[in-house]
């Protein structure tokens, strides 16, 4: 398995609105690379990006894989989906 490398953005950086799973999957205590995501969340890139831009669609297994990923509760991972899902009802 290959080492991870840091995160790009600091862990306790605030997330745009709307943002906040993308920010957990992409700037959160570890960085991925697309392949890594795909490989452990056993997602493909095209449902990777879907569930990034409207994660209102995140199924329980696929929050559970996120979880255990990231190394955090799920309840992290469903919070992050649920405000970014309000986000999105905001604006409409």
Same mark, same amino acid.
Do not use: C, N, V, Y
């Given at each position: 398995?290959? @080492?991870l490398s +840091?995160? =790009?953005? +600091?862990?306790?950086? @605030? +997330? +745009?609105v709307g943002?906040?799973? &993308?920010?957990?999957?992409?700037?959160? &205590?570890f960085s991925f690379t %697309? &392949? %890594?995501?795909? %490989?452990?969340?056993?997602m493909t890139y095209r @449902?990777?990006?879907?569930? %990034?831009a409207d994660p =209102?669609?995140?199924t329980v297994a696929e929050a559970l894989r996120v979880a255990e990923l990231l190394a955090v509760p799920v309840q992290v991972v469903l919070d992050a989906a649920l405000a970014d899902a309000q986000a999105a009802g905001a604006k409409q």
């Open positions: 398995m290959k @080492t +840091p995160p =790009s953005a +600091p862990p306790g950086a @605030t +997330p +745009p943002q906040q799973f &993308r920010h957990l999957l992409r700037h959160g &205590r %697309e &392949r %890594e995501l795909q %490989e452990h969340l056993q @449902t990777i990006k879907q569930r %990034e =209102s669609g995140l």
